[in-house]
Structures are given as structure tokens and as C-alpha cells.
């Protein structure tokens, strides 16, 4: 079985050597993401919860790029650059999902200059 990079224009283009996503299969599995624009390049604010909906936003665009949706997500593994922002990435997260909701880990990490959070995912599709 082949495993086939997964792109879209929708996400930001990857910055090093990783694919956006990698589908082998019917399993997806995403690359964290963050609150940057794509059209941009830019972070879009300072705010944990703008930055989390965009990172979710980014996912859903890369997805829904391999053929899914947020509802084929059956785990999510969540950074956050301080423990007193959860509460903020929570909120938004529960936007993006309904119940059954992926398994979820979050992790307090040193992200990247300015970024409050990043996200990463593994789907499995239909069929």
C-alpha cells in the first residue's frame, strides 16, 4: 500500500520537509497546524481562541482536502504554549467537533514564536 501526500492551497504550505498530510489507506494522518493564515503567512492574532479556530480551520481545510471531514478525526493531539490557555482552546475546540469526539491529548510545549497553539490529527475515512 502507497502512501500519497495530501495538499491544499486553503492550509499553509508546510515551512520544512513534511507533507500537510499523508493518506495510506483509508488512515489520514495531519500535521499540526497553527493559527497562520494561508493567503498571509501570519499568525491571525495574539488571542488563544482566534488562533485555535484557525488552526482548526487549517485541519478541516486539509481533510476535507484528502476526501473527509472533522467527523472522520479519531484523534487530535493538542499544544498549547501554557496550561492558563486551555480554557480558551477548549471553548473554540468544541466548535469544531460533536460528540462521538476524537481522543484528545493536550500538552503544555514551547511552540513557535507568537503561537499559542498547534494541532495535529489522524482521520479515518469511509470506504
Known sequence: MA???????LAPTPVAS???????GNTVYLAGQGGFDAQTG???????????RQTLQNLKYVVEAAGGNMNDLVTVRVFINEHSEFEGMNEVYGEFFEKPYPARTTV????G?????????VAVLAG
Open 113 to 121: 514564536l507568537g503561537m499559542k497553539v498547534e494541532i495535529d490529527a
Open 3 to 9: 502512501k500519497t501526500e495530501i495538499s491544499t492551497e
Open 108 to 111: 503544555s510545549a514551547g511552540l
Open 18 to 24: 513534511y507533507s500537510q498530510a499523508v493518506r495510506l
Open 42 to 52: 501570519k499568525l491571525v492574532g495574539e488571542d488563544v481562541r482566534d488562533q485555535t
